[in-house]
T-cell receptor, first 113, second 109 residues
Framework: IAGITQAPTSQILAAGRRMTLRCTQD?????MYWYRQDLGLGLRLIHY???????GKGEVPDGYSVSRANTDDFPLTLASAVPSQTSVYFC????????????FGPGTRLTVT | GQNIDQPTEMTATEGAIVQINCTYQ??????LFWYQQHAGEAPTFLSY??LDGLEEKGRFSSFLSRSKGYSYLLLKELQMKDSASYLC??????????WGAGTKLIIKP
């Protein structure tokens, strides 16, 4: 793989179900991020990780959790999905946190019914 | 609160020049980014400004005035493939990006 990948590409999920969105990068980037993008709103940061083993909360963390066991992987888990979590989810990574561009994965389109 | 403002939609003609403005109010400033996002795709990096002035990169230029909380993205010699949304984002004091809602640019032949 080259760059940053996400899985699945899209998913329809029943409310109350648990779901993990996967994100993997092979650029050896230190920082990784999860965003959601909703129509008419800017990208909103859910969680981030500045380096392997550490994570932090972004603007909209409620209902989501993350882990960063190694440099490459940064999964996002919805413990009990609700319809308001219907969105497009983007994972991104950057070499560092200050002044470095973020590279985005192709996104996961999630619909919670 | 933190706020990034940019026009919702703009229309321009192929071959022309267009300027997309962005104003911001954030807690701290560690640089301003512009990204391009085609419909159904991921954002891709265009430019980064941390000091006042103009940065030129081929057909695209980006300007920053920190004292005015203002930036613009200038696209020259517009091509049909430039039809996309353009996202302005500011890195705040916590080194987190605060994003505008994006400007949808429509190019007409």
């Amino acid at each position: 793989i080259a760059g940053i990948t996400q899985a699945p590409t899209s998913q329809i999920l029943a409310a109350g179900r648990r779901m993990t969105l996967r994100c993997t990068q092979d650029m050896r980037h230190n920082a990784m991020y999860w965003y959601r993008q909703d129509l008419g709103l800017g990208l909103r940061l859910i969680h981030y990780s500045n380096t392997a083993g550490t994570t932090g909360k972004g603007e909209v963390p409620d209902g989501y959790s993350v882990s960063r066991a190694n440099t490459d992987d940064f999964p996002l888990t919805l413990a009990s999905a609700v319809p308001s979590q219907t969105s497009v989810y983007f994972c991104a990574s950057s070499y560092g946190t200050s002044g470095y561009e973020q590279y985005f994965g192709p996104g996961t389109r999630l619909t919670v019914t | 609160g933190q706020n990034i403002d940019q026009p919702t939609e703009m229309t321009a003609t192929e071959g022309a020049i267009v300027q997309i403005n962005c104003t911001y109010q954030t807690s701290g400033f560690n640089g301003l980014f512009w990204y391009q996002q085609h419909a159904g795709e991921a954002p891709t990096f265009l430019s980064y400004n941390v000091l006042d002035g103009l940065e030129e990169k081929g057909r695209f230029s980006s300007f920053l005035s920190r004292s005015k909380g203002y930036s613009y993205l200038l696209l020259k010699e517009l091509q049909m493939k430039d039809s996309a949304s353009y996202l302005c984002a500011v890195m705040d004091s916590n080194y987190q990006l605060i994003w505008g809602a994006g400007t949808k640019l429509i190019i007409k032949p």
